[in-house]
């Protein structure tokens, strides 16, 4: 499976921008990138997932690097609800049948300051 | 309340006691799954569930034991506890699993600690 690398954590100030790196260099052409976080005592929640075209939702917005070796999921207004840790997973074509589950690395930590 | 819920939430038991972790969901998806969490490992597959009577092994299914009868429950039991299940364990669901766009819904989470 191709791995993502995420740095162990960040820290941001409430109501600024959040940029969360995720690296995937051996990423394939059909592997979706998927982010979930998980809030402290809490289960993951999915986030938001692309394949090439930036995409944005309610929670985030996903942008996707032209050769898709690199993706950053973004915070528009970080608030002290969104520490949590952040995951960057991807799913590909051999993702079937459910065998395989999620994949979860170790994430981002992300620490947000009032 | 509509979701997915876990119960309990946090249990202690004892080395070589049965123990069974419940999980319900209330949106009538086809696939469920078991996972566990530990420090250093993130979280890793136990079990999943096609539909109600169908299951499978994921990455780390020793130990455990699965049920589906019905299509909103999915229990794991522990038949024998040991200490190295004492973990935080996550059910979560998913309407469909065949496509790369598919997402998953995560329970709360039961606490296990096994002395």
């Known amino acids: 499976d191709a791995k993502t690398t995420q740095p162990n954590s960040m820290e941001s100030n409430e109501e600024e921008p959040v940029h969360l790196p995720c690296n995937h260099s051996?990423?394939?052409?059909?592997?979706?990138i998927h982010w979930y976080r998980q809030l402290p005592s809490q289960g993951p929640e999915y986030v938001i997932h692309?394949?090439?075209s930036n995409v944005n939702n309610r929670m985030a917005s996903l942008a996707i690097a032209e050769d898709r070796k690199s993706s950053t999921l973004i915070l528009h207004r970080a608030t002290l609800r969104d520490a949590a840790v952040y995951y960057c997973?991807?799913?590909?074509?051999?993702?079937?049948?459910?065998?395989?589950?999620?994949?979860f690395g170790k994430g981002t930590h992300l620490i947000i300051q009032p | 309340d509509a979701g997915i819920t876990q119960s309990p939430r946090y249990k202690i038991t004892e080395t070589g006691r049965q123990v069974t972790l419940m999980c319900h969901q209330t949106?009538?998806?086809?696939?469920m799954f078991w996972y566990r969490q530990d420090l250093g490992h993130g979280l890793r597959l136990i079990y999943y569930?096609?539909?109600?009577?169908?299951?499978d092994k994921g990455e780390v299914p020793d130990g455990y034991v699965v049920s589906r009868s019905k299509t909103e429950n999915f229990p794991l039991t522990l038949e024998s506890a040991t200490r190295s299940q004492t973990s935080v364990y996550f059910c979560?669901?998913?309407?469909?699993?065949?496509?790369?766009?598919?997402?998953?819904?995560f329970g709360p989470g039961t606490r296990l600690t096994v002395l």
């Open positions: 979560a669901s998913s309407e469909s699993w065949g496509l790369v766009t598919d997402t998953q819904y």
């Open positions: 051996t990423i394939s052409g059909t592997d979706y």
């Open positions: 692309g394949l090439t």
């Open positions: 997973i991807l799913r590909g074509d051999y993702s079937g049948g459910g065998a395989d589950g999620l994949t």
């Open positions: 949106w009538s998806h086809s696939y």
């Open positions: 569930s096609a539909a109600a009577d169908i299951t």
